[in-house]
């Protein structure tokens, strides 16, 4: 082979290459774990410092989401399909459940955008799964896996109801474990200048691709990033540290 033909050749596999590894992190989006997100709404208006107007007195559904391999750092797989776009007219027959288990909680007279980004950002991820692989089964299947775990009920079962005084997290990690047999997450937003504790958001459990319940961390395994709501005007959510936490109750808006 000619000197400039093999050097030629060397530099377009030397192209290739790093062409693969930069597009690595983008195109990679084989992932592990199957997220449940469940968010209280008076946080979730806490959070973006918005005012809003009778907020549901129940979790809703945040997402249901995935995450990549956790090494070396665990990540959310997202828009796995940027040519998949949202079709409302999918999920219409869905519309009684999506708009009571599912809203858009900072949007309530509008749910189709925060449904668009659901299915765009995760859905399109979650299709992976024979039994999410539409938008459709994605949304069915959210709703399916709400009703399951039934996070509401298990926490009036549990005595964990929103209240003036504070929770012990690891009590409410350890409760949530006797029932559903796995470590769910619970996230928080840290306390803001002259509040005394963080605030409960967010509660994630976790599924394989199989749907089975798993931990949603395991031991030795760093925590996820947690996540952070465009808009917020704070730090966003974050894994609550263990010690004492306020589960603001529909009607609180004080400081406390």
């Not at 997220?35 to 005012?51: A, L, R």
């Not at 959210?142 to 690891?170: E, F, V």
């Not at 200048?193 to 961390?217: H, M, Y």
């Amino acid at each position: 082979m000619e000197p400039a033909a093999a050097r030629s050749l060397l530099l377009c596999a030397l192209c290739l290459a790093m062409c693969r590894v930069g597009g690595a992190s983008s195109d990679n989006h084989e992932w592990k774990k199957l997220i449940m997100v469940h968010h209280w709404p008076v946080t979730v208006c806490k959070e973006v410092g918005k005012d809003c107007r009778d907020p549901p007195d129940y979790w809703t559904i945040h997402g249901l989401w995935q995450a990549l391999s956790v090494i070396p750092m665990p990540d959310k797989a997202e828009e796995c399909n940027r040519s998949w776009h949202f079709n409302f007219q999918e999920i219409k027959d869905l519309l009684p459940e999506m708009k009571m288990y599912w809203p858009d909680v900072l949007h309530p007279l509008n749910h189709s955008h925060f449904w668009q980004h659901e299915w765009e950002k995760h859905g399109t991820c979650a299709a992976q799964v024979d039994t999410l692989n539409s938008q459709k089964r994605y949304f069915e299947g959210g709703l399916d896996l709400y009703q399951r775990l039934a996070l509401n009920s298990m926490l009036q079962k549990l005595g964990i109801k929103p209240s003036i005084n504070y929770y012990q997290i690891s009590d409410i990690k350890d409760a949530l474990a006797s029932i559903y047999g796995v470590i769910p997450k619970v996230q928080c937003l840290p306390p803001e200048s002259g509040e005394e504790v963080q605030t409960i958001g967010q509660i994630e459990v976790c599924f394989t691709k199989g749907l089975q319940l798993r931990n949603c961390t395991e031991p030795g395994e760093p925590e996820e990033p947690a996540s952070r709501r465009p808009g917020a005007g704070g730090p966003g959510l974050e894994v609550c540290e263990d010690g004492p936490a306020f589960y603001p109750p529909p009607e609180e808006t004080r400081k406390h």
